[in-house]
Structures are given as C-alpha cells and as structure tokens.
C-alpha cells in the first residue's frame, strides 16, 4: 500500500470514527423555542413599561429622601431606593414608588397570607396592558425571592398566546394542589385580596404596579401590617 492509499485509508478510518459518536440529544425545537418566546417578550414589556415610568416621571420630586418606618428612602434614576436586612445580608430595594405612596391601597382578607408549596404567578394573556403585568412580576418575583425564599413560577390563566404555549395554566380557581397563586389582576381599582391559596394583586395600568409594590413593602415588613 502506497502513502496516498495509507492516508486515503485513514481519512476514512477517522471519518468513521467521528460517525460512530453518539449525537447529543437537543431541547425539543418547540419547547425552546417557546422558553426563548417568553423570555423575550417578557423582556421586551418591561423594558416598555420602564420606559414609561422613566418619562413619566422624569422629573425630581419635591423630596428626594423619606424617612419610613425607620427605613430612609432616596430617590435616583427615577426609582425610590433602600436597604433591607436579613440575617446579615444586605439587599437593595428600588421600586417606583415609596411606601408612603402605596400604603392608602386597601387589602382584604388573611394579612396573614404566606406562599406555601410552589408558588405560581400568573396573569391573563388577552389582557390590554401587559408592559405594566411583566413589570409587577419581574419585580413580585425578585422581591418574594428576597423576603420569601421563594422562586416563583411564571404561570398564564390560558393558553392562548405564543409565550404562555410552554406555560403552566394556573387560576385561582385551579391552584394545583399544596401550591401558591399569585394574579396579577389588570383591571379595575388599586387593591390586593388575600384569600387561602390564592392572592390577587389588581389595578390598571401603572395602578397594578402600585399595588404590586404594597404587596412588596408588606412582605418586606416596611408597610405594617393594620
């Protein structure tokens, strides 16, 4: 066997070789393209709703710090921010509005209501201001992580969209059992409902991202409880 036979015989012994290697299983294409779906589109809403908070409050209030509760909160880059503590960790919270600007929202039912289990955030994907439903659970989800210890799920009520296609389907009305719901309600006035399993979370517009955060200063401890 001459040298060109040889290194023919070889380039095939290798190109065997490589054949032979067991491929690496990939995602399903549906479910990442729908994971990558509802990343993105979530993304995307809150950096709309952002937006509107930034132009709609472009301006310094007349205070740039408060005193709530004994937290001090400064006012910067169109958010209102303080420190919280637990068990030696430091956190920065930064929010849209301050304490003293969300706790006339009324809530109803168990004060006393705590996540247990899996815990669930879910929202109507037909809903008409879905940037403002993205920004409550953006900040819902890393708050309740904080205060909490729980990472939440992100949940639709029906799957009628692209982005809830990979989605658990979650209501108040079906909360999967030893499990947690969280609705973020976009309609009607300011106001949280605490019922059992379930807490709804509601207002239109910028209004539920108002209500949202008395959820959060509450579960912080910084809003007490009446």
């Not at 955030?121 to 205060?147: C, H, M, Q, R, W």
Request: a negative charge; charged letters at 20%.
């Amino acid at each position: 066997m001459d040298e060109r036979q040889e290194s023919i015989e070889g380039d095939k012994g290798e190109v065997a070789s490589k054949q032979a290697e067991p491929p690496a299983s990939p995602q399903p294409p549906e479910e990442e393209h729908s994971n990558r779906y509802f990343i993105i589109a979530v993304a995307v809403l809150v950096a709309a709703a952002a937006l509107v908070f930034v132009f709609r409050f472009v301006s310094q209030p007349a205070q740039n710090a408060i005193r709530y509760n004994g937290f001090v909160f400064e006012y910067g880059g169109g958010l209102w921010n303080t420190q919280w503590q637990q068990e030696g960790q430091l956190y920065n919270l930064r929010l849209h509005y301050h304490p003293g600007q969300v706790d006339n929202i009324s809530i109803s039912g168990d004060e006393d209501w705590n996540a247990s289990g899996k815990l669930y955030i879910t929202f109507d994907p037909e809903g008409k201001n879905l940037s403002y439903v993205a920004l409550s659970a953006a900040e819902l989800s890393l708050s309740l992580y904080n205060a909490l210890g729980v990472e939440p799920v992100a949940a639709c009520t029906a799957n009628v969209t692209d982005a809830c296609f990979s989605r658990p389907i979650v209501g108040c009305e079906n909360p999967p059992d030893g499990s947690s719901v969280i609705y973020l309600k976009d309609s009607g006035e300011a106001w949280i409902i605490l019922d059992r399993q379930c807490a709804i979370i509601q207002g239109t517009g910028s209004e539920l991202v108002r209500a949202s955060e008395r959820a959060i200063y509450q579960w912080y401890g910084i809003i007490r409880k009446s």
